[in-house]
């Protein structure tokens, strides 16, 4: 058997600086750059960083045999139909979060990944994979370090920084809404540490614009509850992040057992230790921050190892699923923020 | 006009430990503990400490006309009745948190108040009122300093402590459940910081027992979100805090508003600095730690100048009704933990 030499990606869609940090991990794991669809806000910068991927159609790119993964960072409501189309061509992909933004573009997608082996359709919920301070709490639950997990509290605030953002951005139907957008990261979390991607529901929800007069159909701000697997989870979300932080969000992550307790405070200790990943381990033998020196991160070349193999080592394709499917259920029963209704 | 003396106040339910937060208040602000009942599992303690308080019996603290201020703190479930039999007395009352433990109390309570001048029913909600940190906070909210509030985030986990509590902890029925006696801080946090104690709603809630198999009956865990005045509130409690934190629990207020954000760490910084009662603020300024140094804990002295003249200065009646009918909202529709049902 011969070595099938390194695989080869293309890129279609690049409209979020997400597309540097997935590319970034798939090259830094050997993939190598083969082609891109020069379209989209960061489709120059792109060009100009990964200079050996050629600029080709996305029929080129779906055409290529040589070409086994599509990584596609576009407008949101335009990632289900690249990803859909490329699975049907034969490969895997790569999609930056959310994945869907209707009903309809997830029962597509359920339906092109339908008896198919490994996980063709993977949306990367970066929050839980990059951050090394979330990568050793769930680890830490799954050695037992706080007993069953009980309750999980999740905080994803954002800088608007309004004059940085695309108009895709301010309109829900094209971005999803901050329940789809935002939310995934703390639904796949929430999945994540309570076991089993098809034993949960969202029980209530909310969202609104609070403090965005300018794009009133806009969502600056939302939460969901959701409950599984003996647990609840409440995530708060919102683009009201104070601009004074330093940082574009203090995020947060709690978790509480039934004998001890974990908080990821993901990117800054405000007002406390410098730096990004901050975890604390609470539990009867009292309260310690945990060394994150030796902590990998390593979903890219795990991530490549389920293509080549068609296997789901790094998370299942139920679970990517079941996580798109509880952002649009919480979108779909959000009250308006403020209200019962 | 003669001098009237001091505020003469009688114990009748001794059955918490916050009975001598209480009375520690009530004799700094220059009240004299004048007669107590001597029964509950503090009325020993609570005799040798107040050496000048005389004990009687119920009708004779009721009955005595030097006797202002009636402090109730038994078992949850005895404490309305103390209440209405006291404000039919003509006296004022103190009464620990919960007040109530059923709507029918609820509505007696309500019933012997209607009409009356001030605030004859007061329930003390300490984490509001005896916190250097909260006191503040509510305070920046008071002059803008985050602009207007959308989102209030309370954490009231406690140590379980099982052998230290008594029978009647662990039976909802005479306790009044985890959302009437831990949330009502949460909720009078809420109303406070949402201004209208008319507007808002309970719009989930959930309780359930995760680790204590012992007493099945227990809660020891819940939640619920309410919704007023433009903001949601999502209030979190339990008793699964962990031996080693190094104190009784890491209670949190987050505040969002529309400029910036305030985060109270009420006992513990944990893993942080050192002592209990810390603020910190956000804005587009920066991030700071709030100086606490100069804050007063006042509620003693303001609420016996309620007392006496029969205002509402440190609270409102409608507020104290507010919240105990909220909580008891919560308590009838909260979810079996962790299920949607």
Redesign the interface.
């Known amino acids: 058997m011969t070595d099938p030499g390194p695989l080869r990606f293309g890129v279609v869609g690049a409209d979020h600086l997400h597309l540097f940090s997935i590319v970034d991990g798939l090259v830094g794991a050997g993939a190598r750059p083969a082609a891109h669809v020069p379209t989209g806000a960061f489709a120059d910068a792109y060009a100009a960083w990964q200079t050996e991927s050629v600029a080709c159609s996305v029929d080129d790119v779906l055409g290529d045999p040589a070409i086994d993964l599509v990584v596609t960072v576009g407008i949101p409501a335009e990632r289900a139909a690249v990803a859909i189309a490329a699975i049907e061509a034969g490969k895997a992909v790569v999609s930056a979060k959310p994945g869907v933004t209707s009903r309809a573009q997830l029962d597509a997608v359920r339906s092109a990944t339908a008896g198919m082996a490994g996980r063709p359709w993977t949306v990367l919920f970066t929050e839980r994979f990059e951050n090394r301070a979330v990568v050793r709490a769930i680890d830490l639950v799954r050695q037992g370090a706080i ?2 997990v ?2 999980v ?1 999740g ?1 994803g ?1 954002h800088t608007l920084d309004a004059p940085s953002r695309p108009d895709w951005f301010f309109d829900p139907a094209r971005s999803g809404g901050i329940l789809v957008d935002l939310a995934s990261h703390q639904i796949d979390e929430f999945l994540t540490l309570t076991g089993d991607p098809d034993d949960a ?1 969202v ?2 929800a ?1 969202a609104g614009n ?2 965005t007069p300018d794009h009133p159909a806009f969502e600056d ?1 939302g ?1 969901l ?1 959701v ?6 989870g ?1 995530h ?1 979300v ?1 683009l ?7 940082t574009w969000g ?1 995020v947060r992550l ?1 978790i ?6 974990l ?1 990821v405070r993901a990117n800054i ?5 410098p730096g990004p990943e901050h975890l ?1 381990h ?8 945990v060394d994150l020196s030796d902590v990998r991160v390593d979903w890219a070349p795990r991530l490549l190892a389920d293509v080549a193999a068609a296997t789901e080592s790094l998370m299942s394709q139920s679970h990517v699923l079941a996580v798109s499917a509880l952002t649009l259920d919480a979108r779909d029963r959000a ?1 308006d ?4 209704r």
Chains 1, 2 share one sequence.
């Open positions: 007993g069953s009980r309750r509290s905080a605030p529901e029980v209530d909310a609070v403090a701000v939460s509850s409950v599984g697997g003996g647990a609840e409440y708060a919102d009201l992040s104070p601009s004074g932080l330093g203090d709690g509480v057992g039934t004998t001890g307790t908080e200790d405000v007002c406390g230790e604390i609470v539990d009867a033998d009292g309260a310690r921050r009250r923020w403020g209200s019962g």
